[in-house]
């Protein structure tokens, strides 16, 4: 039997109620991320809160493929066969079938066991930078910071800008060459790169291969650049640990210039400053 559009929509508004009703705000997501996680549940389950969060984003993600779905009635029925398996005769057995699968990915997914982030200071005479890159998705707007600090973690220099319309990828190599032009300004001879795309770290520091020729022309300028500085690390941390620079990053979507901050940062980044600064230790769950 097929899927009527309109035991569909039933289907869409039975998965709709099930969101509604265990979705926290969004307040109560953004809380959990850094304190609630891992300290009042089982360490090898993952959060249930955020469990639920992203089982709304994923629902929330395939919507306009399903609404697509509804207009192609044998389309539908075959969508569902070659994804699940099986038909599905009722609106109840539709939004199982979706529901199931969803929550068994993100099982597979999930760490078993938080994975503790710090932000860790650089060894005595020695400059770090941390970087990052910030892309909106809708528009593509893109924007780029970065926070240079020295052994004691203090603040040296921190640095935004908007940088047009592009991707994350290049926002984050944009968000390291702009990085580098300042230190070779600054004259610094050891320094410390952190950021936190694990793929763009791979591809500069082992010298990966790269098809897209724009993320070329930025390696390139970043592999002539770093030769230069006397002493050089590069290495990734999860974002977790990368607060600050992100910060720098959102930051430069409000801004019309290029703006440089030097030896007082902004009162947008000072808490988090101060909790690099303690130690203080993320748990990452994914």
């Avoid at 009527?4 to 959990?32: D, M, N």
């Avoid at 050891?190 to 990966?208: H, Q």
């Avoid at 002493?231 to 640990?241: A, D, F, Q, S």
């Amino acid at each position: 039997m097929i899927v009527s559009a309109e035991a569909w929509l039933h289907a869409w508004h039975y998965t709709s109620l099930f969101v509604a009703s265990t979705s926290p705000r969004k307040g109560q997501i953004a809380r959990t991320s850094y304190s609630t996680m891992g300290n009042h549940l089982d360490s090898t389950q993952p959060n249930s809160l955020t469990l639920r969060y992203t089982l709304v984003t994923s629902i929330e993600a395939i919507r306009p493929s399903l609404h697509c779905l509804i207009h192609c009635r044998n389309g539908l029925q075959n969508w569902i066969r070659s994804k699940f398996g099986h038909y599905c005769n009722t609106s109840e057995q539709l939004v199982e079938a979706i529901r199931r699968p969803i929550l068994q990915v993100l099982a597979r997914n999930w760490h078993k066991e938080a994975v503790h982030v710090t932000w860790e200071k650089p060894e005595n005479g020695w400059t770090k930078l941390n970087y990052d890159g910030s892309c909106k998705c809708k528009t593509g707007n893109s924007s780029i910071g970065g926070i240079f600090r020295d052994h004691n973690a203090d603040f040296l220099l921190g640095y935004a800008e908007s940088i047009g319309q592009s991707n994350s990828t290049i926002a984050e190599l944009a968000a390291l060459l702009r990085g580098l032009e300042i230190v070779l300004e600054n004259g610094w001879s050891d320094v410390w790169l952190e950021g936190d795309s694990k793929s763009l770290v791979d591809i500069i520091a082992k010298r990966r291969p790269i098809r897209c020729t724009k993320v070329q022309v930025y390696v390139a300028r970043i592999n002539l650049m770093i030769p230069e500085i006397k002493n050089c690390v590069l290495t990734h941390i999860y974002r977790e640990g990368n607060r600050t620079a992100d910060r720098f990053a959102q930051m430069g979507h409000q801004l019309k210039k290029p703006q440089i901050w030097r030896h007082a940062p902004p009162n947008e980044v000072l808490r988090l400053l101060h909790e690099d600064k303690q130690g203080k230790t993320v748990l990452r769950r994914r």
